[in-house]
């Protein structure tokens, strides 16, 4: 406990008494043991110890040279020694055949660590899995196994300057020029903005993944999404040659320091030589491949946080002496953990960083089955998954910074880092808002009847299991945002779309509740008292507290006030 | 709206077309402009440009001084020069005599430049009234005088390390010597910790308010609160030697960087020269004149800060072109304010900052005014005043993060500063866990019944004048706050207080909730349409998408489960 990153115990409890990953035989309990506890070590020994340094001393470009800590450099060429870059790959591909529920695990208590440490090791990772699936075998063999390897990290070139969510504008040039054994070249010209590991001296070699557009034949590029190609980007050419990459300049962030983020221009000499995966236009569905699994580890990080800071403030609250409670005579001062307030808030995190790291993991869970109804569900839960934990778990952060008083708004606790660190969860890989409108127009509006009927049937199933009194109300929540979906299908897509954020969290708060139940439900064979106790209140609290909440937020969508969208712009 | 401060334009609806200060005729309506003018061009000439310097370049302790960037102390001297401390004194005491509502205004509009540069007039101002009120002729013209002409700054030091908000265990000593013509003399030693403004340069002198108990004749502390007595005690001796006064150390916090934040040790030398206020033990009650005050001047900081925000969210939504709109065919990519979910957060900043500071200005007039029913209003507004501007305020800070995406994130703009500045707010002048205390055990359970009938009516007759069709919703959560509030009165105290927090925010929401009908009324006989339009849209949005929420909150705690309390330390 005093170390505050997420817990051996917490991850035991999850991967094998609740989600049985080790069901069926096929996945070895003491090979994910001993992984998840070298994960541990690493994240104790390697990538803690320079949370704070990582912060104050920031990535520099001098000399033409991205300049890290070089703690933070250590630690990751470290944890690519120990293989661990390889974990969720194949073992012929030099990887340790580990389910990704394993790996997100690991994700999870690396991040509570030093988050933006692992900022390198999950784009890696991504990176390498999307080029399994959609690259060729030459490309896989000299760009992705070198990843599995940790020899070479791995990027994703998205943003541009111009065009941040709004792929279907990038600008980024691709001109074929001929084939080698590596598939057909192209030569590449324009800047990307937000790119994350983008330069460093960790790894003899960066793979970036660069989405562009070919020109038609009139030069001109073509519109929307459609026109995107993906193309294999290396910083060094397979001769020894640098390609034609530059650092434009490093990014600022108010936290999550150690991952240096770029603006990067290709072709500034002529063109940067990339090799199309796959065909082109066939870019944007081959990069979604790798947000979604990105998508689930931003959360898990946003989920490791908030349990990190939970722990802080649990420490802090037991520790720190202030006050009196009602009811006691005089005496001396009390333990703030003894204050209602205080309770309040621990208990209020406790069930959002819990129940935000259980639904990462149940949907790293999710794509290591292989059945359909795992991938319905997936889907439909991937939007929640990233922005649920990252809005909520910040909630965690901020009350940890209020637990603290004073002390958590100085830079001698740890807990203000936690908070900036977490910021930039709801931002990367999909803001909140395109979150919130893929859940609605894409996995809920469109979805088939049957798969909406298979999340309602598990949530009855749940709360129909459940021993406790306050899990009816969650199907209330459920009855009504059935009411509210049907009721915004009907509503003019804008209209729809204002209250797509406020829907997203409902939904998100009715997913949560749903696996607390879970948790409960599991935790009710768990022999420490303390432990099963524990779980089965933050439930109790969740449905009791929290739900009466969402419930507030569909009430507000339900009453159909269009008038965000009527709202003229010059107002403002 | 470029500097995107906290404008004239709407200061002046407030203050003249809403809550008519110059309604009877006291009040010169050119001076009040004149003067709010003169802080405007202060704000903007004098605070605004070095907002981020004075962020990155934080107090230091150097040479047995502290040492501020030297912009901070121009602008405070500069300030001090144009007789802004006296804004708010009689002029027999050098001071202008306007309203506290005007006093106010312009801390709001400085507090949207640079708060945490306000946060030495703001202690200054507050300590000289308190004096005003309850210090001795002869320490009126000593002490209060120089800091009301702004040659001196002044301070309150209330928290120990071993007692932050738990004042009743302060262990500073103050020992009786003698009298002379300030009054009876005594010697202080202890540790106070947070002192904003405790040591500096920027003044000749600085005046401390220190609480300290006088010990019994057995040595002993008195125990709990009424053992306080409050003391002035001087950086400069009379005699024009330093008193016995050392910093320890300072504090190096997330935000709020401009004040500086003192461990200060008293007596280290044998003893910090202080003179008694009034007479002893009646220090806490003295000490809250000034905490009412400063607690609406957090409030307003907040506010201010939220306001700040909004403008700089505003004016990205307008100027940042990304994406495209559903029913758009094709076409070019559009400004972001085009998108529903920018707008909802757009008009949810307005409503919560501009709510805010109409409530602030609202408690200031009421403590203008001398009646009855404004001191009981007053009483009950305060710990509202103090915390909802600092809660959602701050969630107007987080959400125009959102707004600018990933540019929100880095230092190249100021809104991530924005948000760590006014995170000091809901800790600083008591947490909001101490304000829900406050307003629900000490404002509304102990109030008498016409207390709360007179905020009722207030709220009902602004429903009843208002055109605005969501206006009845307010009717709906007033009822229910009073059901919870008699049900709240039945529980024991320990089970009431874990909800009290929830409940301060429910209670908020319904407080701003009558504030916007007010400013929706107000702004009917605006000529500006797009003013008006733009205060009736805020108004409509807070009740139908802002009060469900509430009613929300309203409905957790009326479910009446007491098991946050219930819930044993040990499962954490």
């Not at 026109?227 to 990014?251: E, H, M, W, Y």
């Not at 208990?347 to 999710?366: D, H, I, M």
């Not at 409960?520 to 008292?529: L, N, R, T, Y």
Request: with cysteine; charged share 20%.
């Amino acid at each position: 406990m005093t170390d505050c990153l997420v817990a051996d115990r917490d991850i035991e409890f999850l991967l094998f008494d609740w989600l049985r990953i080790d069901r069926d035989g096929h996945v070895d309990r003491d090979t994910c043991r001993a992984v998840l506890g070298l994960a541990t070590n690493v994240a104790r020994d390697l990538f803690l110890p320079h949370y704070r340094a990582s912060d104050v001393i920031e990535p520099r470009w001098e000399d033409g040279q991205v300049k890290l800590l070089p703690e933070i450099v250590h630690a990751l060429r470290e944890y690519a020694k120990l293989g661990l870059c390889g974990l969720g790959f194949p073992e012929d591909l030099g990887g340790m055949n580990l389910p990704q529920t394993v790996g997100m695990a690991c994700h999870a208590i690396l991040s509570s660590a030093n988050i933006s440490a692992t900022g390198y090791t999950m784009l890696t990772a991504a990176n390498a899995r999307l080029l399994l699936e959609c690259a060729s075998r030459e490309q896989i063999a000299h760009f992705a196994l070198p990843l599995i390897e940790g020899r070479w990290f791995g990027t994703m070139c998205l943003s541009e300057p111009q065009a941040g969510s709004g792929l279907g504008d990038i600008r980024c040039r691709a001109i074929a020029q001929d084939a080698d054994e590596l598939g057909r070249r192209y030569l590449l010209s324009g800047t990307k903005m937000w790119i994350s590991a983008g330069e460093h001296e960790i790894t003899e070699n960066i793979v970036h993944l660069v989405l562009a557009k070919v020109p038609r034949a009139d030069g001109t590029l073509p519109p929307g999404t459609k026109g995107i190609s993906l193309f294999i980007v290396p910083k060094i050419l397979p001769g020894g040659d640098r390609n034609d990459i530059a650092v434009a300049g490093l990014n600022h962030k108010m936290g999550y320091r150690a991952t240096v983020n770029c603006l990067l221009n290709f072709g500034e000499q002529g063109g940067a030589l990339g090799w199309l995966v796959g065909e082109e236009g066939d870019g944007l569905r081959q990069m979604f491949k790798m947000m979604n699994e990105s998508r689930i580890a931003v959360g898990t990080g946003a989920a490791a946080l908030a349990i990190r800071s939970h722990r802080h403030a649990v420490q802090y609250a037991h520790e720190r002496i202030q006050g009196r409670v009602p009811g006691q005579d005089g005496g001396e001062p009390v333990a703030i953990i003894r204050h209602p307030d205080i309770r309040r808030m621990l208990l209020q995190q406790k069930s959002y960083a819990e129940g935000a790291l259980a639904l990462c993991l149940y949907c790293a869970s999710l794509s290591d089955e292989d059945s359909a109804e795992a991938g319905i569900l997936l889907g439909l839960l991937t939007p929640v998954t990233k922005s649920w934990p990252s809005e909520f778990g910040l909630v965690v952060n901020d009350t940890a910074i209020q637990v603290h008083g004073g002390y958590g708004y100085t830079r001698d606790f740890p807990v203000e880092q936690l908070w900036r660190d977490n910021r930039l969860n709801p931002i990367h890989e999909g803001t909140t808002g395109i979150q919130a409108i893929d859940l609605l127009e894409r996995k809920i509006l469109k979805a088939e009847p049957r798969e909406l009927a298979l999340l309602e049937q598990r949530i009855r199933l749940a709360v129909a299991r459940s021993e406790l009194a306050e899990a009816s109300y969650l199907l209330a929540v459920l009855d009504r945002s059935k009411e509210v979906i049907a009721l915004m299908a009907q509503r003019p897509a804008l209209a729809r779309l204002q209250d797509a954020t406020q829907f997203l969290r409902a939904f998100g708060h009715m997913i949560v509740g749903w696996m607390w139940l879970e948790l409960a439900a599991s935790a009710a064979g768990q022999a420490d008292p303390l432990f099963r106790e524990g779980k089965i209140l933050a439930a109790r609290y969740f449905c009791d507290f929290e739900l009466p909440q969402a419930m507030g937020w569909l009430d507000s969508i339900a009453r159909g006030n269009d008038l965000i969208v009527r709202t003229p712009e010059a107002i403002f």
